[in-house]
């Protein structure tokens, strides 16, 4: 069992950046990749970006490439999403969540954090 707790998010200008943190209980957070999904009011939930158990491998949706930088620390147990140049369409509830495989749905995922919500005005 994984238990998350998102943190971190908040309202922002266009343009500015915020880091969300995710905070895991468990001893086997090291084992899990994990992910970041968003999801807007009316929207279904789409992947942000993913990690793999040992940080070594990453992958980002194309419409976050190059602002957005997913990380973790093992150690703390806690991964990081780092969201630079926001814009308003980034508007969502932001989730965490942990799966055994680099899956790039949520389907793919086993435990989901509760959510933080993220705005960005224009």
């Known amino acids: 069992q994984v238990q998350l707790v998102e943190s971190g998010g908040g309202l922002v200008q266009a343009g500015g950046s915020l880091r969300l943190s995710c905070a895991a209980s468990?001893?086997?957070?090291?084992?899990?990749?994990m992910g970041w999904f968003r999801q807007a009011p009316g929207k279904e939930r789409e992947f942000v970006a993913v990690?793999?158990?040992?940080?070594?491998?990453?992958y980002y949706t194309d419409s976050v490439k190059g602002r957005f930088t997913i990380s973790r620390d093992n150690a703390k147990n806690t991964v990081y999403l780092q969201m630079n140049s926001l814009k308003p369409e980034d508007t969502a509830v932001y989730y965490c969540?942990?799966?055994?495989?680099?899956?790039?749905?949520?389907?793919?995922?086993?435990?989901w954090g509760q959510g933080t919500q993220v705005t960005v005005s224009s």
């Open positions: 969540a942990a799966g055994r495989l680099r899956g790039r749905t949520p389907d793919e995922f086993d435990y």
């Open positions: 468990g001893r086997t957070f090291s084992s899990y990749a």
């Open positions: 990690i793999s158990w040992n940080g070594g491998s990453t």
